[in-house]
Structures are given as structure tokens and as C-alpha cells.
């Protein structure tokens, strides 16, 4: 049985501790011309920011993150739109795995504990009849904390 509340606790990427949605903060670099990277959850608090000193940090509450308007949030780091950026000169896409998984983390239901479990499942051979789609979905992420957790 999933020990941690769907999309309402994240594992903080500095110190290992849950939060919760009002002590989550979603942080990374965006540098002038390049795609934003290094994407970290983190707890809402300097101990825990990995971009601190960085003249190119961004950051955000994570409830911003959440729900259908965190995912539009997501998709406007991929692109801007045509309102905005009619001629489509602004794109510059995020590093694709950390955005990616970040995504994922604080979009997909059970996402977030079952990463824990993905080495070990990847090891016993339990991804080998799913795809690129499968393997995410919360109904197998569900299975894996089932069969993992200890």
C-alpha cells in the first residue's frame, strides 16, 4: 500500500524529507538564451535550494506546478505559443530528463514514490512487456510501490 499521498507529498531532493504542497518550492536555472535546467523539489527553505547563489535561478511555490495549470505552466517552458511568439523564434527547449521527471513527479499520481522502486524493478526484469507510455502510468506506478516497498 503507497505510503506517501498522491500529488500531495515529494520526496525534497536536498535533504530527503516529505513535504507537503505548502512547504514545496520547485526551483532551476534559466540562463539568457538557453533552455531552463537542473530542475530540483525542494523544501521552502535556503537550506534545501541547490541554486542559491546562481544569477540564473528561477522558482516557483510548488502548487504552481500542480493540476491542469501547472501543466500549462510545464508546456509554456517548452513553448511560448503563437500569441506570444508568433514567428516561433523564442523556443528553447529544457534539458529533457530533469524537466521531464520533474514533470512527471508533480503530474502523475504514485510517480513519486514508485521512483524509488524503479532500479529495483528495472533489475527483476519488471518493465520488459511495458513501453515508453506504460511504464508512467499511475496504475503501474501503483503496482510497483505495491511489490517493492518493504
Same mark, same amino acid.
Given at each position: 500500500?503507497?505510503?506517501?499521498?498522491?500529488?500531495?507529498?515529494?520526496?525534497?531532493?536536498?535533504?530527503?524529507?516529505?513535504?507537503?504542497?505548502?512547504?514545496?518550492?520547485?526551483?532551476?536555472?534559466?540562463?539568457?538564451?538557453?533552455?531552463?535546467?537542473?530542475?530540483?523539489?525542494?523544501?521552502?527553505?535556503?537550506?534545501?535550494?541547490?541554486?542559491? $547563489?546562481? @544569477?540564473?535561478?528561477?522558482?516557483?511555490?510548488?502548487? +504552481? =506546478?500542480?493540476?491542469? /495549470?501547472?501543466?500549462?505552466? %510545464? #508546456?509554456?517552458?517548452?513553448?511560448?505559443?503563437?500569441?506570444?511568439?508568433?514567428?516561433?523564434?523564442?523556443?528553447?527547449?529544457?534539458?529533457?530528463?530533469?524537466?521531464?521527471?520533474?514533470?512527471?513527479?508533480?503530474?502523475?499520481?504514485?510517480?513519486?514514490?514508485? $521512483?524509488? @522502486?524503479?532500479?529495483?524493478?528495472?533489475?527483476?526484469? +519488471? =518493465?520488459?512487456?511495458? /513501453?515508453?507510455?506504460?511504464? %508512467? #502510468?499511475?496504475?503501474?506506478?501503483?503496482?510497483?510501490?505495491?511489490?517493492?516497498?518493504?
Amino acid at each position: 500500500m503507497p505510503k506517501m499521498k498522491p500529488l500531495e507529498e515529494w520526496v525534497c531532493d536536498r535533504c530527503g524529507e516529505l513535504m507537503g504542497i505548502d512547504d514545496g518550492w520547485v526551483e532551476w536555472l534559466s540562463p539568457t538564451g538557453k533552455g531552463p535546467h537542473s530542475f530540483h523539489i525542494v523544501h521552502n527553505k535556503s537550506e534545501c535550494f541547490h541554486h542559491t $547563489r546562481a @544569477y540564473d535561478r528561477a522558482d516557483n511555490h510548488l502548487a +504552481y =506546478f500542480l493540476g491542469t /495549470n501547472g501543466l500549462q505552466l %510545464f #508546456l509554456a517552458m517548452l513553448d511560448v505559443g503563437p500569441i506570444l511568439d508568433p514567428q516561433r523564434k523564442g523556443l528553447t527547449a529544457p534539458e529533457m530528463a530533469s524537466f521531464v521527471d520533474t514533470m512527471r513527479r508533480l503530474q502523475i499520481p504514485f510517480y513519486e514514490e514508485a $521512483r524509488r @522502486y524503479f532500479s529495483d524493478a528495472h533489475a527483476d526484469g +519488471y =518493465f520488459n512487456d511495458q /513501453n515508453e507510455v506504460s511504464i %508512467f #502510468l499511475p496504475k503501474t506506478c501503483e503496482a510497483i510501490i505495491k511489490r517493492y516497498e518493504t
